[in-house]
């Protein structure tokens, strides 16, 4: 048997723009994703079958290669509904054949669900990651990332992130361009451009709601947005550390969404607004999760304990670099 962890680093939002609906019906982004230190972790283990043991597994093909997925939170799914499990799928389906045995998937989850922070796309490339380790493939991030982009639109930037975060990765991807902690991503979110990150202290807080991500871009077509972010300008302020610049662009224009349908994510923002002293405070993806950039972990700690007596998935945390 062998085994790793991964970190499965959060991820949030520095811009967020939306250019247009593609032939496909996806929607054009382009934005800025920046990797934070909260994490999950997915530990994936791999035993080999004995020729005794060797059989169809649970997958529905013929490898033998059988998947086995827990988690901490009792009401995600441990089937083909969970990303990570469908991140193993697709490992098998590429490099599965001649291998026979069981993948035992277990996450411990710290980052809210559903929460705009790519908790799930961040577990789904943690097992490609683990995977491509276990199995010795010796893939880029590069490949990789095809690999994850064939099923969340989030996750080859997790891919990179924890190529960057991860000390257990760092020697086979030191020298790798696509691994870093900050990104401009365009397209549908998977053409990606390592960018200077951003360093600072942060604090989040996820009102007690859900929101679904395809009604916030459906709702978004219909409304007239009036203020864009600048992100080449938001790419210097990253490189030369400006403040005033980077307050500026920080927009995401979902907010035009789900700011006015979900008040209670308008009322997180409000109060976290009035407690950073940055002043620097938006949404991350479709929400409803709200962080705002602070000075130092002391400011982070204090606004995150006044939060936690609104929003008990509040954390203050950083980014990582």
Known sequence: MKKIVIKSFAKINLTLDVLGVLDNGYHELAMIMQQILLCDDVQIKWTEAQ???VGTGETGDASGIKIELSTNRKFLPTDNRNLAYKAADAMIERYGEGKSGTIRIDIKKRIPVAAGLA?????????LH???KLWDLGLDVAALC??????????PFCIMGQAAGNEVLADDFKDDPLSCHCALATGTGTDLKPITGLRSHLVLSKPNIGVSTAEVYQGIDNMEITEHPDNDEMIEALKKNDTKVLKKNLINVLENFTLNHYPIVMYTKNMMQELCSSGCVLMSGSGPTVFGLCRNITESKAICEKMLSHNKESFWTRTTW
Request: charge should be negative.
């Open 146 to 155: 095809e690999i994850g982009a064939g099923f969340g639109s989030d996750i």
């Open 119 to 127: 908790g799930g796309s961040g577990n789904a490339a943690a097992v």
């Open 51 to 53: 020729n005794a043991d």
């Open 130 to 132: 683990g995977l491509n």
